[in-house]
């Protein structure tokens, strides 16, 4: 399985952006995807999960309510909406396909990364 993200940019605080992950392969519909950010200087974090059927979904708190997750399987596609923008959510994002997890090591897929710079 191959993922390609797309979809960053330059935004200004409060803006929106929506960023796709196109997946190669006939399994896309078995996999649970998700997003992942890291920050300069930080960690990758969990940012949303969305099941296999797009059954279940979940975000970290500092998203929530904010950003949402689907998936379009017909074209075999992630997307994630991220809507009231804040620069700490600035951050290079990744796309994953793996099991339901929020942890990394539970996602056997990467994209390689799209940059999302917000500016105040």
């Known amino acids: 399985v191959q993922l390609q993200a797309s979809g960053g940019g330059l935004v200004q605080a409060g803006g929106s952006l929506r960023l796709s992950c196109a997946t190669s392969?006939?399994?896309?519909?078995?996999?649970?995807m998700a997003w992942f950010r890291r920050a300069p200087g930080k960690e990758r974090e969990f940012v949303a999960r969305?099941?296999?059927?797009?059954?279940?979904?979940n975000y970290a708190d500092s998203v929530q309510g904010r950003f949402t997750i689907s998936r379009d399987d017909a074209k075999n596609t992630v997307y994630l909406q991220m809507n009231s923008l804040k620069p700490e959510d600035t951050a290079v994002y990744y796309c994953a396909a793996g099991s339901y997890s929020t942890h990394t090591t539970a996602y056997d897929y990467w994209g390689q990364g799209t940059q999302v710079t917000v500016s105040s």
């Open positions: 969305i099941s296999w059927g797009a059954k279940s979904t």
């Open positions: 392969g006939r399994t896309f519909t078995t996999y649970a």
